[in-house]
């Protein structure tokens, strides 16, 4: 009876590879979050120096710990189904858990550390545990059991972090982070355990897919959220009314480069995978860069739409033309992930930004961002000029084959 209980929990070959409503609900505590987060690159990008690499520091670190507690979660709603009423509460304590993150984040490095603190590890310690006794006498529940293990050898850095010197504060929390994720890269090892084999992990493929796909969008909108917002707050102008439509431009581009090909195909990538483990994890790891690219592209549009024909400041440069330069590193790798070949106009459109950047240092914002729009679209002419040429079908019989395995050797 016992393993009947924690086998129901499993997610069945049947169950709908779709996002379930609560998950979508579960999303909006994340857009609070990035909320959050883009407000603080903001804060930073009007520093210079050593502050402003401080205030970008601290900011990827909280996004880090935030996209830690997010794709642990959609693991557990890709391994366990989603409609059962014990999943459905680890999601929403979850939600309650990743909502109080985000409204103490704005002072999360100074007063408001030990209950940020607080929140996160009782994500990271308390749900395993709880899932693992649901599991009870199931296999599985070593996974969770491995977790908490390793999460409760980072939670004193993290209260002594929150608890201690302010000073000391970053450099803990970050080596408590890493503790955290390079557990995860290992398979959270514990003696005579030895390591989780995350890439023969049982999960729907096509559900984790739509769920890093959909935080992307949750992204996107987040930026069009910053864009509106600034927008509104300044006097209008024709310059800013330009920097208004530019950015949205951009934003539009980035929507169509990543959708095309391999943005598109990674569902059925996933769903065709015997295991699809160890493309899912890939794919974890991508996500993460492009959605913190898109949030900092958003700092970009905020600072240019407020001060699109002011003094040239280099460190602008870090939004303007960094975000979209990550993204499109981020895209040039999910396109050998899933294609198994690197993507020519990604390239291209690399190397252009890579290679005009020095020279914008000497002109205003406005000429950044119009320049990065401008070779963004032709990022995307040159993706729909190579669609002309090879169908949708062709990409589909390109899907790297290795990722497939055996179904029946996964945890």
Partial sequence: MV???????????????????????FDLAFVAALTRVSQRFTEAGDDSGWMLVAGLGRTLLLFLALWLIWSHTAWITSRYEPERTAIQAVVIGTMFAALVMAVTLPRAMEERAFVFTVAYLTVMLVRPLVIAAVLRGHPRRLVPFRLAAWSALSAPLWLVGALGPDRLRVPLWAAALA???????????????????????????????????QMFLIALGESILVIGTV???????????????IA?????????????????????????????????????????LIVFSVLVTAVGYALVI?????????????????GPALFLVARIRLDYTVLGRVSRSRMTGLAILLLVTTGLTRWPPMTGLSVVAGVLALVALLDAVRSRRRPLEDSVARIRPEVSGDPAAGD
Avoid: C, K
């Fill in 3 to 25: 393993a009947r209980r924690g086998t129901d929990l499993l997610r069945p070959a049947t169950s709908s590879g779709r996002a379930t409503f609560l998950e979508l609900f």
């Fill in 179 to 213: 503790v955290d994720y390079l557990a995860w890269v290992l398979g959270w090892p514990l003696p005579r355990l030895g390591t989780a084999a995350i890439g023969r992990w049982r999960i729907a493929g096509e559900h984790l897919a739509e769920r890093h796909q």
């Fill in 231 to 245: 927008f509104s707050g300044v006097d209008y102008s024709a310059e800013r009314v330009a920097a208004f439509t």
């Fill in 248 to 288: 949205f431009t951009t934003s539009v581009l980035l929507w169509r480069i990543y959708f095309h090909r391999a943005g598109r195909l990674l569902n059925e990538a996933l769903g065709r995978a015997g295991m699809p483990g160890r493309l899912a994890t890939a794919s974890e790891r991508i996500h993460a």
């Fill in 306 to 322: 407020d001060h699109p024909f002011g003094p040239s400041r280099p460190t602008w440069l870090l939004f303007v033309v960094g």
